[in-house]
Every structure is written in C-alpha cells, then in structure tokens.
C-alpha cells in the first residue's frame, strides 16, 4: 500500500514539482520573479502536504479536489503565465498511473461551494451596492432560500431601506 503512494509521489514530484522548484528566476522578469517564488511557496507546501497523506487513495483523491479548488486554480494560473506545468498538465498521466496500480478514491469526490448570494452592504461604491441590491432581489423573487435568508439576516439599516426600496417600486 505504501509503494502505490510513493509511486504517485514521485510521479509528482517528476512531473509537477520539480519543473517548478528548479525555475531559474533569471529567466524571468521582477513582476514574474515573484510570481515565481509564491509559486514555489505553495509547490513546497504542496509537496510536504501530499506527502504527509496516509494512503495512495488519499493522494489520488486529493489530486483530484486540488484539480478544482479556488486556491489551486489561482496557482495554476500563475503556472501557465510562466509556462510552467500545471496539475492540470499532469492529470491524464496520473490518474492513468493511478488506475495501473489499483488506487481508487477514499471518498465521492467534494461537493462544488455553491456561492452565496450577495450582501450589498459590504460593497463599498454606490454602483457595487446597487447591483448588488438587483441581484439579491431577483434571487429572492425567485424563491432562492439563500437570498431570502440573506435579506432577513440583513443589517436593521440595509433592511430598512430594502424595504423603502421595494415600496417605491410598488408604488411605481
């Protein structure tokens, strides 16, 4: 079991990793340089992470999340403005590695984050808000439960003039 992870990681660590870590900054300009170094943060971090997995099935499942996680989509980015290998890059060949040995995933894959509705009191200009205020009264006018509960836990101020605004717009 323990040699079905390690061939994953060093698949890894061959593919994705290493590329990444030994970029030279010469090749880059200053904006890029330090693009370049946040990325080898996170690779570091990544590495050590996947490492510290207690199973094969984890590491596979993991791969899989990270493929579409926000934080490593940010990454990735980063990745493909260097022109540097991103997962993305080496999912094929992982996965393929992964099924050769007989690894499958620990659990269902993670459930999408369904984002939730706006708060237009966080926005800080008056066009942000107003859009913001649209779009949650759309959403709630069409029976999302999220945008409903967001304007009952609306701040006593917002909701007051939520309210005065949707008087207005009745009485238009």
Same mark, same amino acid.
């Given at each position: 079991m323990e040699q079905r992870k390690q061939k994953?990681?060093?698949?890894?660590? %061959?593919? !994705?990793? @290493?590329?990444?870590?030994?970029?030279s900054p +010469?090749?880059?300009?200053?904006?890029d340089q330090q693009r370049l170094e946040r990325v080898k943060?996170?690779?570091?971090?990544?590495?050590e992470r996947?490492?510290?997995? %207690?199973? !094969?099935? @984890?590491?596979?499942?993991?791969?899989?999340? +990270?493929?579409?996680?926000?934080?490593?989509?940010?990454?990735?980015?980063?990745?493909?403005?260097?022109?540097?290998p991103t997962q993305r890059d080496v999912a094929n060949d992982f996965f393929s590695l992964a099924d050769q040995l007989g690894v499958?995933?620990?659990?269902?894959?993670?459930?999408?984050?369904?984002?939730?509705?706006?708060?237009?009191?966080?926005?800080?200009t008056p066009e942000d808000r107003a859009a913001a205020k649209r779009e949650l009264k759309k959403q709630a006018r069409e029976g999302n439960?999220?945008?409903i509960q967001t304007l009952r836990n609306a701040p006593a101020k917002w909701a007051r003039d939520y309210a005065r605004d949707l008087a207005e717009d009745r009485d238009r």
């Open positions: 994953l990681i060093d698949f890894l660590e %061959q593919r !994705a990793w @290493q590329p990444v870590l030994r970029a +010469d090749r880059f300009g200053e904006s943060q996170k690779t570091r971090a990544q590495q996947y490492r510290n997995y %207690q199973s !094969a099935g @984890q590491v596979r499942q993991e791969f899989q999340d +990270d493929l579409t996680s926000d934080p490593a989509k940010r990454v990735n980015s980063d990745l493909r403005k260097l022109r540097l499958r995933n620990e659990r269902p894959a993670r459930r999408q984050h369904r984002p939730h509705p706006p708060h237009p009191w966080h926005k800080s439960r999220d945008a």
